[in-house]
């Protein structure tokens, strides 16, 4: 999982730039209930946010999962 799901991630922002969003409220995509790594797929929203954007508040709604109970506290480690 990196490179071909970073580009549907970076499809995802510039897709709510063409909406004119100023909130955008992500979730983990995977990293719960299916057990994705959550550090990784952190790592990938946070490439797609590398570049200066027209929104202004990105949240990360995540929940910890069955499969994964630190997810939170992945997602917080990427973007503290």
Known sequence: MSQPFTQVFILNQKIAEDQQVDVLILGAWGAGVFGFN???????????????????????????????????????DIFA
């Open 38 to 76: 959550a550090k990784e797929v952190a790592k990938m929203w946070q490439e797609a946010f590398d570049t200066p954007t027209s929104i202004s508040t990105v949240i990360y709604a995540v929940i910890p999962g069955r499969k994964n109970k630190d997810v939170v506290a992945d997602v917080k």
